[in-house]
Nanobody
């Protein structure tokens, strides 16, 4: 499975961005997927996850009510809508996928990441 993120960039605090993750090599309908991020000097952290059908989602407390994870299996694509962005959301954002059935924190497949920078 190959994952390619896009949609990152520079945005002012309070603004919005939508990240996309295009998958190839396998249908994403068989994969649980998620978003992680890593800020400079910090460990990578879980942002949000979504079940195979999109029925169930899970988000980190830091982004709950601001970020929304969705997927379009017909397009083999995962999304992360980020609203009310804060400077502390600045990080490299990674798309991840795994064959697991439930939403978890360990994934087998990873994208290269896309930079999100939020200015104050």
């Amino acid at each position: 499975v190959q994952l390619v993120e896009s949609g990152g960039g520079l945005v002012q605090a309070g603004g919005s961005l939508r990240l996309s993750c295009a998958a190839s090599g396998r249908s994403v309908s068989s994969l649980t997927m998620g978003w992680f991020r890593q800020a400079p000097g910090k460990e990578r952290e879980f942002v949000a996850g979504i079940s195979r059908t999109g029925t169930n989602t899970k988000s980190a407390d830091a982004v709950k009510d601001r970020f929304t994870i969705t997927r379009d299996n017909s397009r083999n694509t995962l999304y992360l809508q980020m609203n009310s962005l804060k400077p502390e959301d600045t990080a490299v954002y990674y798309c991840a996928a795994d064959q697991r059935v439930t939403i978890g924190y360990e994934y087998n497949y990873w994208g290269q990441g896309t930079q999100v920078t939020v200015s104050s």
